[in-house]
């Protein structure tokens, strides 16, 4: 089908003055509203009265002021005053106007509701003391991100006031902020917290959209977060918990990162809820092809036109505000290579926007952190980015799943692996095949499980997903998920299954912590939660996707061994590089590397491909800029059957420290020293850490 050309005037673009400002702001004599808008004709703003949603005290017109940016200025808009937008405009392909519907001003900072689908802007002050609570601002090689979702985590929480549960104030209650810190993360990364709506289908099935990727409005904080009183009081007071909830977790060193839904909205396809973006300017916000259908790269029935100055300006302002105004410390950005996309709708890693993003002074300092896909053609990209991002690395989860567990499955029934350990040691090593020297090992966002997919426990559980719940027929979710249930489809009392599965639960997280590049740990994993085999609970806001806070002794045991990979990575330097190596020179930030075999002899080139030879051993030797030298030792058995491995001779190391492995139930707290030569017996697919001194 041809595509529309991109329908806009050539414009200074999105950085132009004509896009300052938009939205309210207060002055002395009342509130100006500034709305973008290309092709309409006339623009409405409504004011509605204080306590009833249904009754417009005023009717302002906006006078078109600049290029395609209309403004009114009145005294009646004031902190607190609900509004909207109403827009009139020619019809014809590609434009959606409807002078009756009541619309969300874009760049709202607060909302409010009269029930499903009936919304109003909200004028936000967000007056907040900050006091002298500054960034934890945590240097990348020492980030590691916990992702989770507000409500989930504390919904359960029994140290947690109930009036707090599931809750921006829960999430920064003491007895969340000390799991937390006690954990070893430093950044709490929270699925959307932008407002968002549940799409009519999932309401149908008695489900809702509990993730929260279907974006009402990219400034206002969902109020379903808040406590019931700051719901009460309004969206200034919504606001105001998201803040305190903000300084909390800055106060205890613990930096927050979003996840931010750019690259569609709530607005879905053609026919679907026209609440903001569509109604206000088609043609202008959403991709389209010449006959006015959408062209839908993200699966969500629209994709925003980050092509467009506005959409884009959008998109860079949301990010100002939340960065600054709200002092966020980070941004995931959901299918971001929708927001890449040229006039052609093809991606490239200059996009305008892409490149604001990272240069931009007011977002200076902010981390940003690609989701490298959509849907579209050409929607995979990962190492594609340029310089200043980093990406959720597919790649390194794919690597360390299949050798970890497909692999092993697959050698239960062929008697041998099917490929040998050198991908996998890529990965720990940084991926440095997939990311440039320029951007190195710290560009990689390395996960093995995430909010979709499943569980780090489900994943050592299940063979195939379980997805009937979801009102799908179990054609939802991943198909293929590079899992292995060990013998049995689900629960069992089996004690070797157990064991085992405990046992791959901790060689899962031992790779993710030990890697080099920027660990991201799944919530509730450290206590391998469950979903039951459902690998796409998007839907289900219940105790399958709340965390659950009274585990057994050995989900405690667990959660000490992340304790102590997290701390290891902390205390060794060399785990943690920030530059790959050169074999030709010496980088300053590099973890010099060399491989070995169980023998403890150089690994030889048919080694590293044999898929019957998956032991290996790695030196890692830091170069350090700021930190004292350091140096490691990781072994990495990968085969069902024990073994016994000779510590390699090395110039400069006369022993070696144990601080960890995988085999032990519970970490050790004991530091048995060997010597370069002597043999270590490691336990059927394990590993073992030690200190080379």
Known sequence: MPVAPTDVRPAPGLLSPDLDDLGVRFGHDGGTLRVWSRHADTLDLLIFDESDLDWI???????????????????????????????????????????????????????????????????????????????????????????????????????????????????????????????????????????????????????????????????????????????????????????????????????????VVYNHTAEEGIGGPLTSLRGLDNRGYYRQHQDGSYIDVTGCGNSVNTATDAAARLVLDSLRYWANECQVDGFRFDLAVTLGRDEEHTFTPEHPLLRAIVDDPALAGVKTIAEPWDVGLGGWQTGGFDTGWTEWNDRYRDRVRNFWLSDVDYARRASAAPVGIGGFATRLAGSSNTFSAERGPLASVNFVTAHDGFTLNDLVSYDVKHNDANGEHNRDGADTNRSFNHGAEGPTDDPSILATRRKAMRNLLGTLLLSAGVPMLTAGDEFARTQHGNNNAYCHDSPLTWLTWEPEAWQNDLADHVRTLTRLRHENPALRPTRFAHEDEAVPGASVMDWYDEHGETMSIERWTDPTHRTLQYVATSTPTHEQANRVLLMVHGNEQPIDVTLPHVDGVRRYVSLWSSADERPRTDEHAYAPGEAVSLAATSMHLFRAE
């Open 57 to 259: 005290v005023d009717t302002l017109p906006l006078a078109e002021v600049a290029d395609a940016v209309w403004e009114v200025n009145t005294p009646l808009l004031r902190p607190g005053v609900r509004y909207a937008v109403r827009a009139a405009g020619p019809p014809g392909v590609g434009n959606t106007f409807n002078p009756s519907t009541l619309l969300l001003d874009p760049y709202g900072r607060g909302l409010a509701s009269g029930g499903f689908g009936d919304w109003r802007s909200v004028a936000v002050d967000g007056a907040f003391d900050w006091g002298d609570v500054r960034k934890p601002g945590i240097p990348p090689d020492r980030t590691v991100i916990y992702e989770g979702h507000v409500k989930g985590m504390t919904k359960r929480h029994p140290l947690v006031p109930p009036a707090l549960h599931g809750t921006y104030a829960g999430l920064a209650h003491p007895a969340m902020v000390d799991h937390l810190v006690g954990l070893g993360v430093t950044a709490v990364e929270l699925l959307p917290i932008h407002a968002s709506a549940t799409e009519a289908r999932l309401l149908q099935h008695g489900l809702t959209n509990y993730w929260g990727y279907n974006t009402l409005a990219f400034f206002a904080p969902h109020a379903a977060y808040a406590t019931e009183t700051a719901r009460h009081e309004g969206a200034e007071a919504v606001l105001r918990e998201f803040k305190g909830m903000v300084r909390l977790l800055h106060e205890a060193g613990l930096e927050v990162i979003l996840d």
